[in-house]
């Protein structure tokens, strides 16, 4: 993208995000990477009036190749989280959720943007304040539920026991002390109690194994007890499942993360096929998918923080909350939740 197309694109952004002048702004960054993100992102802050510095952390150790959550270049450098901590709004360009650090800087107040995806998908689901309007209309009604269920064609039937964490909304940008949000983003999500998942889920050719970014191409069944994944059956996809978890030798790997469904009706679900290298936000975000997730959930209070890590959207599900539907075979029932063009249709 040409830097001065990122340049404005990333200042509308840090506009959203409630940036002005007074503000202290930093940019997190590590190694070579997203450098032309950093310059719009200082651009962007610097001409809304706002202080900026650049914070490059090195290049991140080697790894075994998996994707460990919560571990950054940050942790034991306690001057950059304080120096963090101070400001009002960090641009995370290197992921830093479910991290420690990250916690602790959220709740010092500073607001935290995470943007990591490929800038070309940056513009097509640039974030709107109508879009956040049905996010958060979702996330008030996900947040008084007691119960959801989620059934499929191909013989899913999972109950959730909600009511212990924190409902939770992403839609793109964040102008409220101590939130986070990632950018592009849609969906509305919270967990189960610890002991409070059963039943089957029974992932279909098509749906998402992120961060594999690849698409399920055999069935796969999963039998989930009071909260953990007792069983995984199926061909070639349950055995890179079972590989990748049992590659942490950890048991919280098997544990059950969020749950919630996505509201950007312009997020496609072929998405991987046209933004490689990303993380597999628009997947994560196009309308009626149903996310569920496997490990961590620290991010929502929990006490499983395992580096392990699933997010798994599927497509052509039901989701009940209290036994009222609010996802029917993939499309979103409710018309709060709509976008406009719908509504008025």
Known sequence: MDQ???NDMCRRQLELSGVHEGETVVVLSQGNERMDYADAFLFGARSLG??????????????SGAWAVGVSELAGNTEAVEALKKADMVVDLIFLLFSDEQFAVQAAGTRILTAVEPAPLLAKLFPTKELRERVE??????????????????GTDVT???????????????????????????????GGADDGVDG??????????????????????LTIEKGFITDIRGELD??????????????????????????????????????PGGMGMELRSFFGNVMFSIGPNNELGGPNNTPCHFDIPMRGCSLFLDDEPVVVDGDVVIKEMWPTARRKG
Do not use: C
């Not at 706002?50 to 790894?63: D, F, G, W």
């Not at 194994?209 to 796969?220: A, R």
């Not at 469904?261 to 991987?272: F, I, M, N, S, V």
């Open 4 to 6: 001065s197309i990122l």
């Open 50 to 63: 706002a202080k900026t510095y650049h914070m490059r952390l090195q290049e991140p150790r080697p790894s």
């Open 137 to 154: 209309f979702g996330a008030d009604l996900l947040a008084k539920a007691k119960s959801m269920r989620i059934t499929s064609p191909h």
């Open 160 to 190: 959730y026991s909600l009511g212990v964490y924190p409902t939770m909304s992403e839609y793109g940008y964040t102008d409220q002390p101590g939130r986070w949000d990632h950018w592009p983003a849609a969906f509305v999500f919270t």
């Open 200 to 221: 089957q889920i029974v992932l279909a050719p098509g749906d998402v194994l992120l961060p594999f970014n690849t698409y399920v191409q055999t069935p796969v069944t």
């Open 238 to 275: 349950a055995d890179l499942l079972t590989s990748y978890i049992q590659s942490f030798n950890d048991p919280r790997g098997y544990g059950m993360s969020h749950v919630g469904w996505g509201l950007d009706e312009r997020a496609q679900w072929h998405g991987l096929t046209q933004f």
